[in-house]
């Protein structure tokens, strides 16, 4: 009995130990994501020269193309999180899903619109049904789907197994986005591209690079933040339950 | 061809192949293309859009903070409540 108890303390400890090396990770990452935003916004305003043909609109692209990126990054953790579920059916893959999903409808609605207002002075259109434009909208209402669906649909196990299923299908479409412009061609810039792109000033390529830094911590700092609430969220549920099962709280 | 007839001939903002004589005394409308928009408002537009949905996603988020917050009240004092009652019984 004494065994066990001491077990269930060493336990406890442990735990709120491991709870508080992760606030620790979690506010050090904060940390660094709005000192990243800080230099960015320094490198793209200050060094970063204006570029030739375009004008001061093209720094839209230091945010836009890392926004795009951290879209990947949401519906990456969507398509895993959900892989995870269907194979495990744990509530942390399921909250690491859904929060990839959330991550992936805010970038996606951040790259549609900036690429909209740079289309603007770029082509004289906010819009064109241009091959990458229309599969990243595609992409979009893909996830808005999925957060739809588990905003309306209840938190049973079937309707979290449907959202999953929709989470790995939904993930067949990033690649499209990404070789669209090659395969089909478009108005689509082709700026970065393996032979080492067009960006022709260092500074342009260093505003380019923080821009990535920036937007992969923001968008890890909004996954993370998204899984503890919905794990918290998880577990008070099953407090919850509990109590009602214990009669507590029925009055 | 002298500087000042020069200056005077260049193309400019107004558009190509007016005088600076010409653009003192009438005002062109650009016709259609990128030239309707300015750059500068475009992308202030760009960053306030990307810091409002920012702003939108944590508040949304502490939205649902403060709902764990309130039912975990709501608990506490339910457990309060039957602690109570088993110790007065």
Known sequence: ?251 | MSADQAAREAPGAAGQGTTADDRGATFRAVEGGNQMQSGEKLLVEAYAFIWIVVLVFVASMFRRQRRLDRRIETLETALQKARAKSGGD
């Open chain 1, 1 to 251: 009995m004494a065994t066990s108890e001491a077990l269930a303390a060493g336990t406890k400890v442990e735990t709120a130990s491991s709870r508080s090396r992760g606030d620790v990770a979690f506010y050090t990452v904060l940390a660094l994501c709005a000192a990243a935003f800080l230099i960015t916004i320094h490198v793209i305003f200050f060094k970063a020269p204006v570029e030739s043909t375009m004008g001061i609109v093209q720094k839209i692209f230091y945010f836009h193309v890392p926004i795009a990126y951290s879209m990947y990054v949401g519906a990456a953790a969507c398509f895993v999180g959900s892989a995870g579920y269907l194979a495990r059916g744990t509530r942390g893959w399921d909250a690491f899903a859904r929060a990839g999903a959330e991550c992936a409808v805010a970038m996606g609605v951040l790259v549609l619109v900036t690429g909209a207002l740079w289309g603007a002075k770029a082509w004289g259109v906010y819009w064109t049904w241009d091959p990458r434009l229309t599969t990243a909208l595609l992409s979009v209402l893909i996830y808005v789907a999925y957060v739809v669906l588990r905003a309306f649909a209840g938190d049973g196990d079937s309707e979290r197994k449907f959202a999953a299923a929709l989470g790995v299908l939904g993930a067949a479409n990033l690649p499209i986005i990404h070789y669209s412009v090659q395969k089909w061609g478009g108005n689509h810039p082709k700026v970065i591209t393996s032979g080492g792109g067009g960006l022709k000033h260092p500074d342009m390529k260093l505003a380019l690079m923080l821009g990535f830094l920036t937007f992969t911590l923001l968008a890890v700092v909004l996954i993370w933040t998204r899984v503890r609430i919905e794990l918290a969220a998880a577990r008070l549920g099953e407090a919850e339950e509990e109590a009602l099962e214990l009669g507590v709280g029925e009055e």
